[in-house]
């Protein structure tokens, strides 16, 4: 009201109006004054600015419901109850701060604008609170009890006892050992007591290579009795005859390559006579005959007589290269260009065999036969066979050849300049298996080239005709292209 007069006695002083029009301007001053008075304190008691602007947006926010909202919440995230609210806070503080800025208010109007609405979890209605915004970052700070519900601590506790438990576990299968059953443990036994009387009586006693392997062939068909007669199947007979032959002065290398060729052995009448006379000595053994193995010399002797001497089979490394798509090259390049490509073939195997120390022993029309003194040699000469099959290709795009090469090492046995063995076959199985381009060797063959400065790529298990159980198999790493895949290995 002050201030209304004091701007009356201005207009008038300054003459600005005729004195007529006096009384009509100090009663509208008086009117509009009391208007303005009447609407800052229901402004102030109500907050009318406020409800007017959020009038809309309420009956939308309320439109479904305090109890649904709370409801869908807790439908959806049960765990996040407190950071829903916290959300609900963050949102109503800032439609606060607008209004304020919007209004322009004093201090006080601004703090009287900073109630929030809060839903009330438990109750599922709403409640309003009249406490000012500078007084929610506690409300908030509410809000961090929520981490624990993750509880990495708690779970991580039973997570760490596990352990302990695991050496108790592994404990219990220790006891894989005695996998042998009784029969196979009574065959071991018998075997050994075989093999003690055999090497006592045996005069003189075996010490060069053709008299051990006269006597191996002996203990076969003294394991092969007596693994029968406790009908042990085939894989439990060969491991007790493995483990004689060691025990009868063998390597265990000599010994796995002696159980891998047997069934070879079998087949040839020269070695029949020594298998069946060792059969015969472990059949009166198990009579009860307590010389059984007396007649072992005299056998011996007449094995090293030379004109029944037998051809002993000696370990050799063994390499079989193939043209791959022969036939196919053939139709393509026609007989003269395809002998061409036979020909850089030949060139390239023949160079890297002298160079090696290798010896071809048979050409087969589509690749070539080799032998050589030690698996570390042959894996040389192969990777210099390809380098050269590809520098050919380089040269000559138009007679391209491609072949794939297999290695492996084992006993075999050499007549007529030939060789013959369970371990040539394998080679050859080794190459029909390789890839075009590439070298596949034997387990045996990397295991002798330990120490070596030659990359092995693991091919996997793969079933051989004629071949008992899954053989793997290597790749050797020649190229640029095996450079990657070696680097991974």
């Known amino acids: 009201m002050v201030t209304a007069s004091l701007i009356v006695a201005q207009v008038m002083s300054m003459g600005m109006l005729p004195p007529a029009n006096y009384t009509q301007l100090i009663i509208g001053a008086s009117v509009l004054v009391f208007f303005l008075a009447l609407f800052i304190n229901l402004q102030r008691q109500f907050n009318i600015l406020s409800m007017l602007r959020g009038s809309g947006k309420a009956k939308q926010a309320q439109a479904p419901g305090p109890g649904q909202m709370l409801a869908a ?21 800032a439609k606060v701060e607008a209004d304020d800025a919007a209004a322009a208010m004093d201090t006080e109007e601004a703090e009287a604008q900073g109630e929030l609405q809060v839903l009330d979890a438990d109750m599922g209605s709403e409640v309003y609170t009249s406490e000012p915004v500078a007084e929610e970052p506690p409300a ?16 991580a506790e039973p997570k760490a006892e596990p352990p302990p438990p695991r050496p108790e576990e592994k404990k219990p299968a220790a006891p894989k050992t005695p996998e042998k059953s009784p029969a196979e443990m009574e065959a071991r036994s018998g075997l050994t007591k075989f093999i003690s009387d055999a090497l006592r009586t045996a005069k003189p006693e075996p010490t060069n290579a053709f008299s051990k392997f006269g006597m191996n062939l002996y203990l076969a068909g003294g394991a092969s009795v007596i693994g029968q007669s406790k009908k042990l199947g085939k894989d439990a007979q060969l491991s007790v005859l493995k483990d004689g032959l060691v025990a009868a002065g063998n390597t265990p290398e000599r010994a796995e390559s002696f159980c891998v060729e047997l069934p070879t052995y079998g087949k040839n009448p020269r070695y029949t006579f020594m298998v069946q006379a060792g059969a015969k000595a472990m059949t009166l053994q198990m009579r009860g005959d307590a010389n059984a193995t007396q007649d072992i010399g005299a056998l011996l002797s007449e094995w090293n007589l030379p004109e029944k001497r037998p051809t002993v089979p000696s370990v050799f490394t063994f390499v079989f290269t193939d043209i ?23 060139t390239a ?7 090696h120390k290798g010896r071809e022993v048979k050409h087969t029309g589509d690749g070539i036969m080799a032998v050589f003194p030690d698996p570390v040699s042959a894996v040389q000469a192969t990777i210099r066979m390809q380098r050269e099959v590809a520098a050919h290709n ?51 063959v990397k295991d ?13 298990g793969f079933e051989m005709k004629g071949i008992q159980g899954k053989k793997s198999l290597y790749e050797i790493g020649w190229s640029d292209t095996h450079k990657n895949e070696l680097a991974d290995l």
């Open 73 to 93: 919440a807790k439908k959806k995230a049960p765990v996040q109850d407190i950071e829903f609210d916290q959300v609900e806070i963050e949102d109503l503080r």
């Open 394 to 444: 380089g040269a000559n795009p138009n007679i391209e050849v491609m072949i794939r090469v297999g290695v492996n090492v084992g006993e075999a046995v050499e007549e007529d300049n030939d060789f013959f063995g369970a371990a040539v076959q394998m080679t050859a199985r080794i190459c029909d298996k390789a890839t075009k381009g590439n070298i596949w060797v034997s387990q045996a």
């Open 140 to 155: 908030m700070e509410e809000a961090p009890p929520p981490p624990p519900t993750p509880q990495p601590a708690a779970r």
């Open 324 to 346: 791959v798509g022969s036939t196919a090259m053939t139709q393509r390049l026609g007989n003269a260009g395809a002998q061409k490509a036979v020909r850089a073939h030949n």
């Open 448 to 460: 002798a080239c330990k120490g070596q400065k030659i990359g092995f790529i693991p091919r996997g």
């Open 349 to 355: 195997v023949r160079g890297a065999l002298q160079a």
